[in-house]
């Protein structure tokens, strides 16, 4: 393989390209090659674009050859989560409903990552339409963890996370309506961030819960993730949805800043929680201590009741989910089950047939919840939840600067391991809090677990709108944790190392 791709970040293969030390088509080829030797194994993608990431390339070197600017993801591949629109591509959430569904316009997060130079490589696999936390739901292959291939990569984003953990691409997107993009991230070991709710545009992708989704990048390193990130919010505020904000910032600037004196909150509660494993309250200790090394100051804070924030999440969250999936009806687009003489019929089979099971659930959930009688006891009384959370979020962040919490209680379980629906929910209990109040947040790799030998990782959450402060503490963190030692620097799944050349 050439240029050891499945060991440069993002940030290495862009300044390659942009000096001329090797061409965009040369890396889109070196990508291909390792998709083509590994994903048998992982499964990662659902739709490899080979034509369309060689045609993107050949525009880079192009641009470059004519000495034009060719952007600050010059060459760089990137996946794409099979819930975001890209023309020539199938947007199929993973679903048997959009299972033959071709795109007809771009989603603007995928559009600004093409404009600035990034060459698309394919769609990954997600669970089915988002619902799910380890990948396993969606309707036409079972992602594996790089890592160990007996284990789930985590979900629903697990797709994107493991395609970045096994050396495929060295950065993707994902969606995160209660952790699918920190959650994998962290069982890949890999860096994922959920960048504060209206930073970047959600238009052109498939919703699950409106007020909850929000899309964010996963990398090889808090630089490449940065990197990313000035990418996805270049041009400011989308036109085309009403949530996304104008957000004027460079998120690589000041970025190995010292992060002397900076605040960092804590909650001895969640850091010694009953649901974490030891191997996970270690992991925890460590990054604590490497901030503390690095300059930072922890202080006590409370968020007293962010354990409410799965009860209201299964109420917000199924709601948003049955009122955005009645589109579905087997008439407009999507399946159709065929045979039935009356529209009412045809859309009940379309929907009986076309949906997954957790897809059945979710939905069914919601509808209860939005019934007359039932609405006032819980949809309300969870919107009101949210508003203490937001509130409790604000006044923590008037005593630090970011919060350092779990990010899941354990590292990745082995397939079948977790069966049980309600289990599967409570895992999200570390990062759920911040999509109800709309918070920017990030999984930093934080070293192996002692007994698992799985990757473990810490969550750093900021205020809105202050996702550079975050990122300057990330970045500290993921320093620190690669001067001590814990975890080598753009870890590649041991698995896969060398595999592909």
């Not at 962290?186 to 994922?192: E, N």
């Amino acid at each position: 393989m050439m240029y050891g791709l499945d060991h440069l970040g993002a940030v290495q293969i862009a300044r390659g390209v942009a000096k001329g030390d090797f061409s965009a088509v040369e890396v889109a080829e070196a990508s291909l090659e390792v998709i083509e030797a590994k994903d048998g194994d992982v499964c990662a993608f659902l739709q490899v674009c080979a034509e369309l990431a060689l045609k993107t390339a050949r525009e880079t070197d192009a641009r470059r050859a004519a000495g034009k600017n060719v952007g600050p993801l010059a060459g760089v591949p990137f996946a794409i989560k099979d819930n975001m629109h890209l023309v020539g591509t199938r947007t199929t959430c993973a679903s048997r409903m959009l299972e033959h569904y071709e795109s007809t316009f771009t989603a603007t997060c995928v559009r600004r990552m093409i404009d600035a130079g990034a060459t698309p490589m394919g769609k990954t696999n997600m669970d089915e339409f988002a619902f799910g936390s380890t990948t396993e739901s969606s309707a036409f292959c079972k992602t594996r963890n790089p890592w160990d291939v007996e284990r789930v990569p985590g979900g629903s984003s697990g797709g994107s996370a493991a395609a970045v953990a096994a050396g495929e691409v060295p950065l993707a997107l994902g969606s995160d309506t209660g952790g699918s993009i920190r959650q994998p991230a962290c069982f890949c070991g890999v860096v994922g961030m959920k960048p504060t709710y209206g930073a970047v545009s959600r238009y052109g992708v498939v919703a699950f819960g409106s007020s909850l989704d929000q899309v964010g990048p996963f990398g090889r390193s808090v630089s490449d993730v940065a990197l990313a990130m000035n990418a996805l919010v270049a041009g400011g505020k989308d036109p085309l949805d009403a949530t996304s904000r104008d957000v004027e910032t460079n998120y690589l600037a000041g970025l190995d800043d010292s992060v002397e004196g900076m605040r960092v909150g804590i909650m001895g509660s969640l850091m010694t929680h009953q649901s974490l494993s030891p191997e996970v309250m270690l992991g925890l200790k460590d990054a604590c201590s490497v901030l503390e090394d690095q300059g930072a100051r922890l202080v006590e804070i409370e968020l007293p009741h962010i354990d409410s924030a799965i009860a209201a999440y299964y109420v917000i969250g199924p709601c948003e989910a049955f009122s955005n999936l009645a589109r579905f009806d087997g008439v407009r687009f999507g399946y159709r089950e065929p045979g039935h003489a009356t529209l009412a019929e045809q859309t009940a089979w379309s929907r009986a047939h076309g949906f997954g099971a957790e897809a059945k659930r979710r939905q069914l959930l919601g509808a209860y919840l939005l019934a007359s009688g039932v609405y006032d006891k819980y949809y309300y009384p969870a919107q009101q939840v949210r508003t203490l959370i937001t509130a409790d979020y604000q006044a923590a962040f008037d005593r630090c600067d970011a919060i350092i919490l779990p990010c899941a209680p354990t590292t990745a379980w082995r397939f079948g391991e977790v069966s049980d629906p309600a289990r599967m929910y409570a895992s999200d209990l570390f990062t759920i809090s911040s999509n109800i109040a709309g918070n920017g947040s990030i999984s930093v790799p934080v070293g192996l677990g002692r007994d698992t030998g799985m990757p473990v990782a810490a969550q750093l959450q900021g205020p809105t709108f202050q996702d550079q402060k975050m990122l300057r503490l990330a970045r500290a963190l993921e320093r620190g944790v690669h001067e001590a030692g814990l975890m080598k620097a753009a870890a590649i799944a041991p698995a896969f190392v060398g595999r592909g050349r």
